[in-house]
T-cell receptor, first 120, second 109 residues
Framework: GAVVSQHPSRVICKSGTSVKIECRSL??????MFWYRQFPKQSLMLMAT?????????EQGVEKDKFLINHASLTLSTLTVTSAHPEDSSFYIC????????????????FGDGTRLSIL | QKEVEQDPGPLSVPEGAIVSLNCTYS??????FMWYRQYSRKGPELLMY????GNKEDGRFTAQVDKSSKYISLFIRDSQPSDSATYLC?????????FGTGTRLTIIP
């Protein structure tokens, strides 16, 4: 159980292109989805948190107009990198968390397999 | 000082050995502790998820949490070449997950 599918796995495109990445929870309802960025040999850096039906919360330093996040349903969130430039090249990973039990958000996050984005 | 400290390795051990991976943390707000395994070019896969101090066992994996020392460990018994990966500790408090840098592990056949 707890499968998260991320698509596409690899994108190579020209500078100035907008790229959309999809994240789907296949066998559970994801009330919260997270988007991370990972540089080579470094840990995951949280970019934003999105709850179904509401606006995403972005981490400090992440441009919300650059990285558009939509979480329209309990099983789908999308990240759109707008007008991508070479410095946006990275490994983007989404995760999803199911409905919490009790007053605390204690469900673990389950991750997709990531999208390697290369901007030429 | 980082909130979560993890030795990046690399760590190489022979097949069949017991592997010990560790993280320390400084934030007392962390309540939930996880270990993820990440293969190259893949997303992290949840291995262990614990809340309280003590040990939790799942097959060849044992997670250990010592909240008084702010120290967590993951032990892998009878290590296999397929265990070669990067292991990330992660901790949650106030709804955010904070990761260690990951330890790259290689099991030598």
């Amino acid at each position: 159980g707890a499968v998260v599918s991320q698509h596409p796995s690899r994108v190579i495109c020209k500078s100035g292109t907008s790229v959309k990445i999809e994240c789907r929870s296949l066998d559970f309802q994801a009330t919260t989805m997270f988007w991370y960025r990972q540089f080579p040999k470094q840990s995951l850096m949280l970019m934003a948190t999105s709850n179904e039906g509401s606006k995403a919360t972005y981490e400090q330093g992440v441009e919300k107009d650059k990285f558009l996040i939509n979480h329209a349903s309990l099983t789908l969130s999308t990240l759109t990198v707008t007008s991508a430039h070479p410095e946006d090249s990275s490994f983007y990973i989404c995760s999803a968390r199911g409905r919490s039990r009790g007053p605390y958000s204690n469900q673990p996050q389950h991750f997709g397999d990531g999208t390697r984005l290369s901007i030429l | 000082q980082k909130e979560v400290e993890q030795d990046p390795g690399p760590l190489s051990v022979p097949e069949g050995a017991i592997v010990s991976l560790n993280c320390t943390y400084s934030n007392s707000a962390f309540q939930y502790f996880m270990w993820y395994r990440q293969y190259s070019r893949k997303g992290p896969e949840l291995l262990m998820y614990t809340y309280s101090s003590g040990n939790k066992e799942d097959g060849r994996f044992t997670a250990q949490v010592d909240k008084s020392s702010k120290y967590i460990s993951l032990f892998i018994r009878d290590s296999q070449p397929s265990d070669s990966a990067t292991y990330l500790c992660a901790m949650m408090g106030n709804e955010k997950l904070t990761f260690g840098t990951g330890t790259r592990l290689t099991i030598i056949p």
